[in-house]
Structure formats: C-alpha cells, structure tokens
C-alpha cells in the first residue's frame, strides 16, 4: 500500500497515559498533517508540517499534545496525561505543497481514554 | 479566525432525486475548496474540487458552483443512488495560514431506494 498509513489503528488507554501515535505519508509529500474527527463532525485541525519544520499549531491544542516529524518523512503525535475528552479518530494527512492538490488521508487512529 | 459553515446537517432523499449541500466560508482569500466524501468506518476520500478561477465544475453526476462574492460554494448531486449515502464536508483554504484545509462540519446524505 503506497497511501498513507497510521499507526496503531486503535489505541484503549487509562485515563493519565501517555500515547504516541505515528503516520508514514506519501513517500513524495511534503507537506503533512494532523487532524482529529469526533463522532458526527468535520476533520478539525491539530497541526501541520512543510518537511520537518512545524508550520502552526491548534490554538485549541493544549500543551499536552506534541507533534515531530524528525527527519521530514513519519510524524509522531503524542499526548500526554490522557483525558476523557481526548477520545476520538486522530487522522494523518499529506499532500504536495504548493500544488494545491488533493490531501490524503491515513485511515486514522481510534483512541478511547477509560 | 478561518471558519467554514456547512448546511443541512443532515439530508435525506429519495434514489433518483437531486441533493444539493451549501457551504460559506470566512476568509476572502481563500482559493481552493475541495469536497471529501466519508464512508462510515472509512477514511475522508476526495470527491471533487474547484479553486477560485472558475465558477462551476462537472465531473458525472457531481458538480460544484463557486460564488466567490457571497463566499459560499455548493455541491449538487444528481440521481443520487444509494451508495452515495455518506457523510460529505466541504472544505476550504486558509491563505492566512500557509493554505492549511480547514473543514466543515459535514452533511450526513441518505439516499432512500
């Protein structure tokens, strides 16, 4: 599979854990992105990169989310300190910049914080 | 901030008949809206997409009309068919934000045979 891929696919977790989650993009994109999907509402956006540099971060994002993408190929998404609240489908995007074409996405990371 | 509006939220016709999901959007320069269909369980997929020099693209049963005055775009379904129940978001860039994709909140279509 030459698409983006995520990984795990499903994570349950205790409330307090910290998580790490990877996606590995489109081997030629450059541009990559974090979204998280909750039950019945749009993609909304985390976080994203042009190669490794981090372009902007969620102002809704708290200090306990963080995200890497070393060497400008897999990112990582940790969250610390899990919460209830933190549940829901963490999505990988990538895309090529500059060419306004279309983001694929990873088939996703279902979280559950018990 | 960047925001995009999505209406209805959900939307039920019959197979055959025509489904129709408006979307506006906030920042004026944005210049590339794109469509994503959701299937339940599955990943969001692109469906269609139009930027800003151009006010109307077809592709088979699917089209999208862009209004860039008013700041909304629409996606027409015709003979809607019953594989095309799904959740569908619209979505545009943000030109004040290195062209992130900021999304709607989506329009649950269900298609009746």
Partial sequence: DTGVSQDPRHKITKRGQNVTFRCDPISEHNRLYWYRQTLGQGPEFLTYFQNEAQLEKSRLLSDRFSAERPKGSFSTLEIQRTEQGDSAMYLCASSLVGAMGEAFFGQGTRLTVV | ?113
């Fill in chain 2, 1 to 113: 901030g960047e925001n995009v509006e999505q209406h209805p939220s959900t939307l039920s016709v019959q197979e055959g008949d025509s489904a129709v999901i408006k979307c506006t959007y906030s920042d004026s320069a944005s210049n590339y809206f794109p469509w994503y269909k959701q299937e339940l369980g599955k990943r969001p997929q692109l469906i269609i997409d139009i930027r800003s020099n151009v006010g109307e693209k077809k592709d088979q049963r699917i089209a999208v009309t862009l209004n860039k005055t008013a700041k909304h775009f629409s996606l027409h379904i015709t003979e809607t068919q019953p594989e095309d129940s799904a959740v569908y978001f619209c979505a545009a860039n943000s030109k004040t934000s290195y062209d992130k994709v900021i999304f709607g909140p989506g329009t649950s279509l269900s298609v009746i045979p």
